[in-house]
């Protein structure tokens, strides 16, 4: 198993190998698997609540915290309107929030980081994980394209809703109610990416802030924080490579 630190990106979907130090309390704007791939992970709770397990599937606006105690991990981020996401939301992630050691103990072997490399969601989580399939629905479909394809991370809410012939507050209710986290947050998130996506075209992290249309680089570290829990610089320092893949 390479002890490289790298992150794969995809189109809806993400993943982070390597070591992280402690991350404070953070919410993410995606369902992620957490993975000890070397040894056990501790998840913190705001009500002081601590949870040791070897794998964790955390659904998007759940606040945690995440020492992995130097360990080697694995985080798989899911874009909330990704095929998968809609599968767990109808199945595991219904009646949790948070599902400890998802992955049976016997697929922890050599072929995990393949699997997780390729995201083969069939082999990485039981059936029992997922539900009946369901659609995003399309006007809030059309919304992702434009803020994901068109590249315009400034665009406002109202901008969107005029699109897709909604007011304001009733695409504000649609966004939420179908992927789970405001729109403004998730915006936020789709800022984080295109900072990574910068990472991998080599630009500077001041650069990718501004491309990102974040303030500045301390606008950039505190978003870090809120929604990975560590400073930015602790995730790129020793990074092998950004994969960007088709």
């Not at 130097?70 to 981020?77: H, K, R």
């Not at 109202?158 to 789970?180: D, I, K, P, Y």
Request: contains cysteine; hydrophobic residues 40%.
């Amino acid at each position: 198993m390479t002890q490289e630190k790298r992150i794969w990106l995809g189109g809806d979907r993400a993943l982070f190998l390597g070591e992280l130090p402690p991350a404070r309390l953070h919410e993410h704007a995606a369902p992620v698997l957490l993975i000890g791939m070397s040894g056990p992970i501790t998840l913190d709770f705001p009500d002081g609540r601590r949870e040791t397990c070897h794998s964790a599937l955390v659904d998007a606006g759940v606040k945690h915290g995440l020492d992995s105690g130097g360990e080697y991990v694995a985080s798989l981020y899911l874009e909330p309107d990704a095929p998968e996401t809609r599968l767990l939301k109808a199945g595991c992630l219904s009646y949790h929030p948070v599902v400890f050691d998802p992955i049976p103990h016997a697929a922890r072997h050599k072929t995990l980081e393949r699997r997780l490399q390729s995201f083969d969601f069939t082999h990485l989580l039981p059936s029992s994980a997922f539900g009946q399939p369901s659609h995003v629905d399309q006007r809030i479909a059309h919304s992702l394209t434009y803020l994901r394809c068109g590249g315009d991370l400034s665009a406002r809410r109202a901008t969107l809703a005029e699109q897709v012939h909604l007011s304001e507050s009733r695409f504000n209710h649609l966004f939420r109610a179908e992927m789970g986290i405001s729109f403004r947050r998730y915006r936020s998130w789709l800022r984080l990416r295109s900072v990574l996506y910068c990472v991998a075209r080599d630009r500077s992290l001041t650069h990718a802030a501004l491309d990102a249309g974040l303030h500045d680089s301390a606008h950039l570290s505190r978003l870090f924080q809120d929604m990975i829990g560590v400073a930015p610089s602790k995730v790129l320092r020793g990074l092998k490579g950004v994969d960007v893949l088709g």
